[in-house]
């Protein structure tokens, strides 16, 4: 066995060590035994993941003791660069967990389901038949659910978010069940090869992409299905938060592009509309959730909604144009939603890592009562910094030039001639630029708010004040982790060209490396080259700026002490916005979208009804979809117990009537 077999191997192996370990060592070598193994897991996924990207084949087949087909693991070039993905993510939160869960705290559990998630995802990826992705896919997600519930001893919250989880990941699954269900039965196999034989102009095919589409979607946060995200992310360990946002919510994403490009490509428009659809309201609702949100990780979980919503709608895009033979913008818009794939799983590990630093110093979430962590914090703060750039699609980070190729290839995909069927192309793109557009700026205000308050403000809690520096092991992966968002900013053409060798070889004409490092789409006329303009902005922009301080500097009269302070010397917290005060304007302006409950209580001096004593304004923006469709689902479920536990009276004469009568209506059903 060679090559992508025993890669594949070597992870089962490794990860069975890891769960050993965890097991039977003291919790004070839990972290130290059982994070290197970790690490080792996803060093070795990111070789297997490197050789399926080269092209090399093989694999490894799992027999199984039952009546059927053995399970067969053996990943195309998409899935080893969604393997290298998942693994990188897996490097930087195993050595991170190193650092933040160790000591008497290590809990068995904790540890024990790390590697086992860490490998699930990774099977999913490699996985060649529908019975070896469900399998993999359930061992992901029972893994991440215990990883949750590690913690529900501390925190009684977690019981509560754990439920909404599970009911709606095993949804997600039923979704995906159903889907591959109907292929199955079209094809008569259960293999990825045997399903791509089934017309995509069939309804089977028709209901098979739904069903896929909405299953994939539960999992990568998309609306309606992400009401699991705010709940579930603040409550799991920071580095367990960061591996199910930057790597976990990918593989809903990939489940979509087997879907779209492997399984059913070449489908009629509508699927490309629909996934549009989904993808542009996901990223709208996202980013104005997050805008609005005070709690630090709550605003990054419904970041990461928006994050995955823009690459729905790449990839809608693709399918819509590609419909239209409008192949180079179909391949750009492709190409960069597989980018922000990357992007995202760069940035928004950092930023949940940088967002357990600050919990792990202050034991404070809550924006309201941070700042001056800038000061305290330095090393946390420019590393979650740099990752903030990335994530509101500022030039020289990752995350612009995954927004950039995307907006490129709609611009260019609303200039379709030819037919007149291409008006549902030429009206859909442009309002995917401005749904683009639009989440770009409330993603800028949203760092800016998230950052500035925490980092730049003045302390508003003694948490806040009495901060100190995370440990040194903790440092590793929130460094790797920003310079991975710089470094894929500035080499946007190698890595572009990487990721067009993974799709397919008709996707490669249509990107080309130019300049330092930049990227060139020559089917539709563009180009960036990030390198070249840091290095014009070094060479021009920063003489200017030493230029004019020098000459202010040296023209400003000195002063010993300013005679007024004008405010600023004397300005206390209280002086200074809030994360409620600075996206007030915002939940004004979409208050039909985001329909915030105000509660204002007047409190009066004595029995005077003029003069107050105290007013108390209280402002709560929860989920519209949580609020407006599962709650009234969720009463309605529960007045049905209720009626049902009338029929449970403790009679065995009632209980052998109902045994009787469902076994009456068997016999008429298999009858007929």
Known sequence: MMGIGAGLLVQLVVALMAVIVAVVVPALWRARLGGPLCVLVSAAGCVTGVLAMSGELGGLVVPLALPVDALQFSPDRLGGLFMVVVSGVGVLVSLYGMGSVRGPGASRTSWAALPVFLVGMQLVSASADTLSFLLAWEVMTLASTVLLLANHSNRATVASATIWYSVMSQLSFFFILAGFAVLAAVSGSTGFAAMATVPPGSWEASVAFVLLILGFAGKAELVPLHVWVPKMLPEAPSHVAAAMSG?????????????????????????GVLVMILGGVSALYGILQASVSSNLKVLLAYSTTENMGLAFLGVGASMLLRSYAAVPAADAALLASLLLVVSHAAFKTTLFLGAGAVDHATGEMDLDRLGGLGRRLPLTAATFGVASLGAAALPITSGFVAEWMLLQALIHGSRIEGNVVSVAASVAMPMAVAVVALTAGLALLTFVKGYGIAFLARPRSAAASSAQEVPPAMHVSLVAGALSVVVLGLLPGPLAAVIASCVGPDIV????????????????????????????????????????????????PRRSALPWGGGGSRARPRMQYTATSYAEPLVRVFDDVLKPSRDVQVTHVGESRYLVERVEVEQRVSDVFESRLYRPVLNVAQRFGVLARQAQNGSIHRYLGYSFIAFLTVLIVVSF
Do not use: N, Q
Request: with cysteine.
């Open 247 to 271: 790597a976990m919510v990918k593989i809903g994403v990939y489940g979509a592009l087997v879907v779209c490009v492997r399984l059913l490509p070449g489908g009629p428009p509508w699927w």
């Open 509 to 556: 004409p249509h990107v080309r490396s130019v300049g330092l490092a930049g990227v060139e789409l020559p089917g539709i006329g563009v180009l960036l080259d990030p390198v070249t303009f840091l290095l014009l902005t070094v060479l021009v922009a920063v003489p200017v700026m030493v230029a004019v301080v020098v000459s202010a500097r040296r023209h400003r």
